[in-house]
């Protein structure tokens, strides 16, 4: 499903408070930082960063996301 994962595409994700919905901003391919979180991302493991509509901001695994 990464190729299908754009900049802009609406997905939904699960999180510790229910389903989660926003859009992608973007496909990180090294490490990285949000909030002062690590972002282990690489070639090998490639990480989106997506964004709620409240403008917060998470990293995921490509799998973890469903496109809306």
């Known amino acids: 499903m990464a190729e299908a994962l754009r900049k802009g595409t609406k997905v939904k ?3 510790s408070g229910g389903i989660a919905h926003g859009k992608v901003v973007k496909k990180v391919t090294s490490e990285t930082r949000i909030k002062n979180h690590k972002v282990a991302a690489s070639d090998d493991n490639p990480q989106v960063i ?3 509509k409240k ?3 998470a990293a995921h695994k490509p799998s973890a ?3 809306e």
């Open 50 to 52: 997506v964004e709620t």
């Open 55 to 57: 403008g917060s901001r």
């Open 13 to 15: 994700w699960n999180s």
């Open 65 to 67: 996301l469903t496109r």
